[in-house]
């Protein structure tokens, strides 16, 4: 056949070499695994997750993240999704396909200059804050970051002191009076039942210094949890045992789950603005509205112009609640706080 003119050839003579990966374009849609069965992740190790399928800590169903997740994390108290094998046999391994939008999450960075902030706990109800009395003695700095943090992911504080047979609770108890958040107490030699009911039928995280005895607490309120306890050195500080963040059951009729978190020394809050702290306090948020751009809400000689004062001059406040806030503001910048 002769070759034909270039005059005759149409969009129908055009060939096209089909690229390396093959002709058909690939879809950008992903499978919606409408199916899938909802489950809460309680344990995450070298990539693996445990999760409790339908909240169920009896069902519980080894994962691996779906690639069609990208980069986002999964978390101790993420509600997955889980397509594949969720029968939680030996040796079967399903796959987390979607992660449900978190109600609250507790956050931290590893100190206030680091740009790149952790989830530490995802959709946890309250923040235990467990401090000891005695042995060591009661950090407030580190208080009132981790209050911080509560206020900012949406988390409803709780304060725990142990060791109540070895130092009074009363000092510690004022100085926090006027946030209106629970306090409860515990002794070495009395069950945890006011802490016990409150965690009951919820989801709460614990946090604290190691050797404050929060491991010890773990385990009179979950006794199969085993997490191991050691002794405070000499140097009055305590020694990391709890070594990764673990949820684990609370005991049936009322249930729920508390989730261990290792030991910290420092809580770094880079993540934190001045406005998401006022944000948590309804009475004194109206009146940072009148505060410049740009306002700590600390009051002079940092912030002159700040209008909480004037508000709480009218009425609308009390200055112990105006000091409580600053003195949680202060911590957040740096300002006189320790955290070790």
Not at 66 to 73: D, H, I, M, P, T
Request: glycine share 10%.
């Amino acid at each position: 056949m002769s070759r034909r003119s270039w005059r005759e050839l149409d969009e129908s003579d055009v060939r096209v070499r089909p690229g390396r990966r093959g002709s058909r374009p690939r879809s950008k849609r992903r499978p919606e695994h409408a199916d899938a069965a909802a489950a809460m992740v309680v344990g995450v190790d070298r990539g693996r997750y445990t999760c409790a399928l339908g909240g169920d800590p009896d069902h519980r169903v080894t994962a691996m993240r779906a690639r069609e997740l990208g980069r986002k994390s999964v978390v101790i108290g993420d509600q997955v999704g889980l397509v594949g094998d969720v029968s939680g046999r030996p040796d079967t391994l399903a796959r987390i396909v979607r992660i449900a939008e978190r109600a609250s999450v507790l956050r931290r960075t590893a100190d206030d200059t680091d740009p790149y902030e952790r989830v530490v706990v995802a959709n946890a109800e309250q923040l235990v804050i467990v401090t000891s009395l005695a042995d060591p003695p009661p950090r407030t700095g580190f208080i009132d970051r981790c209050l911080v943090a509560a206020y900012a992911g949406g988390l409803s504080p709780v304060l725990c002191l142990t060791k109540a047979d070895l130092a009074s609770a009363d000092g510690v108890r004022e100085s926090y009076a006027d946030l209106a958040f629970p306090i409860v107490v515990t002794r070495i030699d009395a069950p945890p039942e006011e802490l016990r009911e409150r965690l009951a039928g919820r989801v709460s995280a614990l946090v604290g210094h190691s050797g404050v005895g929060k491991s010890t607490l773990v385990n009179r309120l979950v006794p199969a949890a085993e997490r191991a306890t050691a002794e405070v050195s000499a140097v009055g500080k305590g020694r990391h045992t709890s070594t990764s963040a673990v949820a684990l059951p609370l005991p049936l009729p009322d249930g729920g789950w508390v989730v261990d978190t290792p030991g910290i020394r420092s809580f770094g809050l880079a993540h934190v603005t001045p406005d998401d702290l006022v944000a948590a306090f309804p009475d004194l948020a109206e009146g940072a509205e009148g505060c410049p751009p740009n306002c700590g809400h600390l009051g002079a000689p940092e912030d002159p112009d700040c209008a909480l004062d004037t508000w709480v001059a009218e009425g609308h406040a009390t200055t112990r609640r105006l000091e409580s806030l600053r003195r949680l503001l202060a911590s957040h910048a740096g300002i006189g706080d320790e955290q070790e």
